[in-house]
């Protein structure tokens, strides 16, 4: 009984999913006394200087992290990476103009939706007679688009783009699943949006990274929410910002950088990543969804080949501490997740339980 409640459990959850136990502990001293104010995080003005400061050390944080150009401003909205879709687009696509999408699954699918509110869509690729089990190639982007907007990290697939698509035109992505997991170049990018629940926070905000010099070319009113050029005249303070997921975020950033930064988590991402292909690979009951040239980092979707094992191999699982490992409906099997604040140590125990069904087969 006592073992039972002092078990580790191993964190493989989707979204909203794995944050680190110093940042946890930590949030939770805030919530009931936050800088020794007497007060909680969570009872105080969002313009007090406290938070103030809290806003903008995230803010800074995520420039260092990304090691964003100077032109490039950050900010900290409510809506999900749900509303950046519309957002995205209503402040990039001109009226009347045209923009180019990559379709790798239920994600772009929505991104693609939003889009087609504002202006002429042009589908480049998409995976989806496969179930998006790869990343689709695709070629001959019209020069015309005002930019080209892909999906960076498949969460429910379980695919990824192996580095920054190489177009010539500027770059919209959405890295919810993704981001700080691996280091690239931002110049080529208009806008970066992630929602904070898969590797950065808790849910209720939504990260915009954008150069600012290409805002305001739309020829549309915005409205005031929904504007970027708005909420980064009032330094991400434009209304109440969600302060608690903002807090955590920030704290989240700083076990980053104490970490060694957005390389270190990469190295970290690349190791926990081997450790469970090589065992899909290896182990005959297993298989993967995903083609092995589009694997994530992140999600490793996998199946076992026979159905027969199912009940065997959930009992494993579970028995080893392992929450959050069910597949997306759509996809069905297992789906690991592996965010930046899952330890190898955790993959391990997976690995240990796909072995141990091997061995009791
Ligand atoms: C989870 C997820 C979303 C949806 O995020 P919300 O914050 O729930 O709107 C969008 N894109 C990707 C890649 C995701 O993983």
Redesign the pocket.
Known sequence: MLQLCIMKIHNFS??PCILPDEVLQEAAGAVQNFNGLGLSLIEISHRSKDFVAVMDEARELVKELLQLPERFDVLFLQ???????YTAAMNFLPEDGKAAYIDTGT?SN??IKEAKHLGDIDVLGSSKDTNYNHIPSFNGIDPSCAFMHY??????FGTQFKGTPDVQVPLIS????DIFSRTFDPNPFHLIY?????NMGP?GT?MYAFDREALGKTGRTIPSYMDLAVHASKDSMFNTPPVFPVYVTMLTLRWMKSMGGVAAMQQRNEAKSKLIYDEIDRNPLFEGHATVDSRSHMNATFRLLDAAHADRFDALWTDAGISGLKGHRSVGGYRASMYNALPLESVQVLVDAMQALEQKS
Do not use: E, H, P, R
């Open positions: 989707a979204g809506g999900g990476a749900s509303l950046g879709f994600w929505k991104a999906t960076s990290n498949n969460t429910i959405d890295m919810s699943s992630a929602g904070a629940q898969k849910a939504v």
